[in-house]
């Protein structure tokens, strides 16, 4: 516990306000609470908004953050979610809760512990006395100037039903004020108070406004006055870390090592494309490869394409292997393209013209009549009896090839299957690239 | 041993090794996988990740957590930086050490998102009001994805300043080969903090205990103490006194300005990286970086092999612009043989091309001597610059 803490929450400075604006009573109501709820001030951070309100984080003796306008519940979210027990104080006006609308509603939903005090009194004071999102309609300020059209944003309603669990709503006036900010403080939630109050500059000149009419307002516009809501729901920085602490300890990303336990008589850089569909498996295939012929003492890159829809369309994926470091990764002509669908046909279109009589091209039979300069391989995996051949399509055609190729044994696939994927995925992989160099086996009549 | 592994996953676990503790972000392709990396693995380390209602939340967020003592990463494309902009200048005007990873897209606004792109290299510079500068560091490997997120921690928490990590689609998302022994681990050091407050003292009166807008000297950052801890700490983004309050006064306005600027002006050499590659006689020097790096190292081997001297210089700290290093390769490698031509090649118009041509021609006309003919390389299509390109502007 403290040793002493201080009589009062307020610095020496004076208050820069205008006569009778209600920003300084709000203030005052705030060092109360402060005092009444023995507030550790260096356990305190008061984050201001931008406006005549936010200046007024220099006449306190706790923490304070002075940022930008209409962020700072963005600011207090970072605090609080860092040092979930820190008293955490928003004091933003109502323009700040218009360009910053977006925070506000997350922030109740997250139900994050932040205490928001609003200092509506219905314009822009600092700019000059301009409209916001608070100013009812018909209200007269330098940019409404035969009265506003649009219609007043109920902060409270918002935020409660939006899941805040605290919302209030009076003026600066009322006598309770610090009672209730002590209240918000407690509640361990999200807790919205709409002050509402008078800035003598502007608004209360142009609308005849009084602390009487002030609470009049709130019936001609329909918003409810005290607690408008409570709800019990967990409070989100200490939710968050709960819901992250039983991984704690836990190795975070270290470097997963292939040891090369193959070899590969590669002696240049290979390029290999494989074209098909979304669904196909091309990209698990490629990776696969890759690692495999990592495995085999290779280096190996591996680039995808394909659309941002990614259930549909083509599934593109290149790979180059080398016994060098590889550094340029771009492929202009491969050195074996495997077609396994049309769509993957179309967009290797570029590949497919750039292919010579020295280049590989391994397809399945519905391509049978497609001309090519290339070696051209056909394969019919309905021969081999795995089911949904068309599902496997890439990692059939793909083994078939590395079985022509010979880059490096097939049996670094198999480790490469085995270290990744779990049975009984892994089993039945490890079969389709049995079954997909099998064919090899028996069309070019070698030993398998 | 080796590792097939893609640069998003190098860049998360170089966060984390540098201890990094707090990531907000919004999705945003080729961003998105340090967003998913952050949220699956800041909780094993005790830190905390946040998807953020925008991006102008995410960094918001990042300043918040940052100034309470964390190590903050976040990481988004250009049009997230769009919307980081003003709080990339609270960042600065507040001293925050703050990482932000722009993976960049190709071309304005939506752009081409899952295209090779160096288009953000004047904007993350010039990103933000008042013109005061941020470091950006640019990874041309995987290798490098780990060790110069490392070194962006590193130079964040000593200069207490945004530092960017300018990457892209290629260098993120691609899976190449690394060999494990060969991530540079370069140090992490801390912000300095703060002496420890007397005993007993509450910090009310902070004029008596710790001012934490006191630069002394000028030109480096102010000990740092975070929210809750044992200063009273007042934060503003407002041109701001000692204890950081509010001021106007010319003499303090100027040496805070003064100081934002000195402070990272002061010290390029310490921040500036490179890696050159020079030949003695070559009359040709290229310099890139990033992706585009990978293919100019290729075609150097090439010109090489086919007997051509040719030197090469990989720019790894963008900004500040690596002078010393820039000058010291266009001397030559000897350092008494100028190269004639300098070629220099990015994925834009010719961005950082206006950096090397204002300090090479300052150099000559310092020097009176004839500056080196400087041409650009460059491409928007959304493809590669090829090592091709490169070698038909050598002279040998
Ligand atoms: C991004 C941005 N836009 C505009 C401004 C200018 N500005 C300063 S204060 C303010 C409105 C303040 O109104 P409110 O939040 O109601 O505070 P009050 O002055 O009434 O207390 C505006 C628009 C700014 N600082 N930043
Ligand atoms: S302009 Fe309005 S809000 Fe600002 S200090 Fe004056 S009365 Fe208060
Ligand atoms: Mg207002």
């Given at each position: 516990m403290l040793a002493q803490l201080p009589v009062t929450y307020r610095n020496e400075r004076e208050y820069p306000f205008c006569p009778g604006c209600g920003h300084g009573l709000v203030l005052n109501a705030l060092n109360r609470a402060?005092?009444?709820?023995?507030?550790?001030?260096?356990?305190?951070?008061?984050?201001?908004?931008?406006?005549?309100?936010?200046?007024?984080?220099?006449?306190?003796?706790?923490?304070?953050?002075?940022?930008?306008?209409g962020r700072s519940i963005a600011y207090a979210t970072g605090i609080k979610l860092v040092d979930p027990d820190l008293n955490v104080i928003v004091l933003m006006g109502d323009g700040g809760a218009g360009i910053g609308?977006?925070?506000?509603?997350?922030?109740?939903?997250?139900?994050?512990?932040l205490t928001v005090l609003v200092f509506n009194n219905f314009n822009f004071g600092m700019t000059g006395g301009e409209h916001s999102v608070t100013?009812?309609?018909?209200?007269?300020?330098?940019?409404?100037?035969?009265?506003?059209?649009?219609?007043?944003?109920?902060?409270?309603?918002t935020v409660v039903v939006n899941g805040a669990g605290f919302a209030w709503r009076g003026t600066?006036?009322?006598?309770?004020?610090?009672?209730?900010?002590?209240?918000?403080?407690?509640?361990?939630?999200?807790?919205?108070?709409?002050?509402?109050?008078?800035?003598?500059?502007?608004?209360?000149?142009?609308n005849k406004l009084t602390r009487t009419t002030l609470t009049t307002m709130r019936e001609t516009v329909g918003m409810a006055a005290g607690v408008v809501g409570r709800a019990e729901r967990p409070e989100y920085a200490r939710a968050l870390r709960e819901a992250g602490a039983s991984q704690a300890g836990q190795p975070a990303l270290r470097p997963d090592p292939l040891v090369p336990i193959f070899a590969s008589a590669l002696d240049r850089e290979f390029r290999l494309v494989i074209a098909g569909s979304a669904g196909g498996k091309v990209r698990s295939t490629a990776r696969m490869v890759g690692e495999a012929a990592v495995l085999s003492g290779l280096w190996a890159t591996q680039e995808d394409s394909y659309p941002v829809t990614v259930q549909t369309g083509h599934s593109l994926s290149e790979l180059i292997f080398s016994p060098r470091e590889i550094l340029y990764t771009g492929i202009a002509?491969?050195?074996?393209?495997a077609l396994v669908s049309e769509e993957g046909r179309r967009a290797a279109g570029h590949y497919l013209v750039a292919l010579t009589p020295e280049s590989w091209l391994f397809v399945t039979p519905q391509f049978v009549d497609l001309e090519t300069p290339a070696r051209k391989l056909v394969f019919d995996f309905d021969v081999t009896g795995v089911r949904g051949v068309k599902k496997h399509g890439a990692l059939l055609l793909v083994s078939a090839a590395l079985r022509v190729l010979d880059l490096f044994p097939l049996a670094a696939c198999e480790a490469a299957i085995r270290r990744t994927q779990r049975s009984p995925i892994a089993e039945e992989n490890l079969e389709i690239v049995r079954q997909g160099a099998a064919v090899v086996a028996d069309r070019l009549g070698r030993g398998s | 041993m080796r590792e097939f592994i893609d640069g998003a996953t190098a860049i998360a676990r170089g966060a984390l090794d540098a201890g990094c503790d707090f990531f907000a972000g919004y999705p945003i392709s080729p961003a998105t996988p340090l967003l998913l990396h952050m949220i699956r693995e800041l909780p094993k380390v005790g830190g905390v990740a946040i998807q953020a209602e925008d991006e102008i939340a995410s960094i918001s967020m990042c300043i918040g957590a940052a100034m309470t003592g964390a190590r903050a990463l976040t990481a988004t494309s250009g049009p997230g930086i769009s919307l980081y902009s003003e709080n990339i200048g609270l960042a600065i005007m507040g001293e925050v050490p703050l990482v932000i990873v722009d993976a960049q897209r190709m071309g304005p606004a939506t752009g081409g998102a899952t295209t090779p792109a160096q288009g953000d290299v004047q904007f993350v510079r010039w990103g933000t009001s008042g013109g005061y500068p941020i470091i950006a560091l640019a990874p041309s490997s995987v290798a490098e994805c780990y060790s110069l997120t490392r070194r962006a921690f590193d130079l964040a928490e000593r200069f207490r300043v945004p530092v960017f990590l300018l990457t892209d689609k290629a260098m993120c998302l691609s899976m190449s080969t690394v060999e494990i022994e060969q991530y540079e681990r370069p140090p992490v050091r801390p912000r300095v903090q703060a002496p420890a407050a007397p005993s007993g003292d509450l910090g009310l009166r902070p004029e008596e205990s710790?001012?934490?807008?006191?630069?002394?000297?000028?030109?480096?950052p102010p000990p740092f103490s975070a929210f809750g801890g044992a200063h009273i700490m007042r934060f503003t983004g407002s041109s701001h006194d000692e204890h950081g309050i509010l001021t106007k006064d010319p003499v303090r306005v100027g040496q805070l300005n003064e100081h934002l600027w000195r402070k990272i002006a002061d010290h390029a050499s310490e921040i500036e990286l490179v890696r050159a590659d020079l030949q003695p006689d070559a009359r040709t020097l290229l310099v890139s970086y990033g992706i585009t790096a990978r293919a100019m190292a290729e075609a150097a081997q090439t010109a090489r092999a086919r007997g051509q001297r040719v030197s090469a210089l990989t720019v790894q700290s963008l900004w500040p612009v690596p002078a010393h290093a820039l000058l010291a390769a266009a001397r030559g490698a000897s350092g008494d043989v100028p190269v004639e031509r300098m070629v220099v090649a990015e994925l834009n118009l010719g961005e950082f091309r206006r950096e090397v041509e204002r300090e090479i021609y300052a150099w000559a006309a310092r020097e009176r001597r004839v500056a080196p003919e400087i041409v650009g390389l460059h491409r928007v299509d959304g493809e590669l610059i090829t090592p091709e390109q490169f070698l038909e502007t050598i002279r040998a």
């Open positions: 402060l005092i009444e709820s023995a507030a550790d001030p260096k356990r305190t951070v008061l984050v201001t908004d931008i406006g005549c309100q936010g200046l007024s984080d220099q006449y306190f003796v706790t923490h304070a953050f002075h940022g930008l306008h609308g977006a925070h506000l509603l997350n922030a109740a939903r997250r139900n994050i512990g100013t009812p309609t018909g209200g007269v300020t330098t940019t409404t100037r035969s009265g506003n059209l649009e219609r007043p944003l109920d902060l409270c309603a600066a006036y009322d006598k309770d004020l610090a009672d209730v900010i002590v209240e918000a403080l407690q509640s361990r939630s999200f807790a919205l108070l709409d002050i509402w109050e008078l800035c003598t500059a502007y608004y209360v000149p142009n002509r491969p050195d074996a393209l | 710790f001012l934490p807008w006191r630069f002394d000297p000028l030109d480096r």
